[in-house]
Nanobody
Framework: QVQLTESGGGSVQAGGTLSLSCAAS????????MAWFRQGPGQEREGVAS????????WYADSVKGRFTISNDNAKREVYLQMDNLKLDDTAMYYC??????????????????WGQGIQVTVSS
């Protein structure tokens, strides 16, 4: 079992910066893929970024490449999402997720077994 707790987020103007953090507790952290997903009003949940805690490999959705950076700290059992140059379309509830072996579903919700409660990010003009 893995418990995930997100923090950070909030409101920012377009072009601004926000950072999210996710603290993990429970099972062995460094055997998981950690990811960030988001879900806007009336939209499906979509993968934003993922990282392997074993070797640091990362994956990003095309919509955030060059603007968002995912990182993790195995010692602190935390994963982070640095969001730069935020756009109005980035407004959503952001979720932290953990999965042992998502395979080709590395940015697909079905690849992950554990989820945080979510945290709101609002970008305004």
């Amino acid at each position: 079992q893995v418990q995930l707790t997100e923090s950070g987020g909030g409101s920012v103007q377009a072009g601004g910066t926000l950072s999210l953090s996710c603290a993990a507790s429970g099972s062995t952290y460094n055997q998981y893929y950690m990811a960030w997903f988001r879900q806007g009003p009336g939209q499906e949940r979509e993968g934003v970024a993922s990282i392997s805690t074993r070797d640091g490999l990362t994956w990003y959705a095309d919509s955030v490449k060059g603007r968002f950076t995912i990182s993790n700290d195995n010692a602190k059992r935390e994963v982070y999402l640095q969001m730069d140059n935020l756009k109005l379309d980035d407004t959503a509830m952001y979720y932290c997720a953990a999965g042992r072996s998502p395979g080709f579903r590395v940015l697909v919700p079905l690849g992950y077994s554990y989820w945080g409660q979510g945290i709101q990010v609002t970008v305004s003009s």
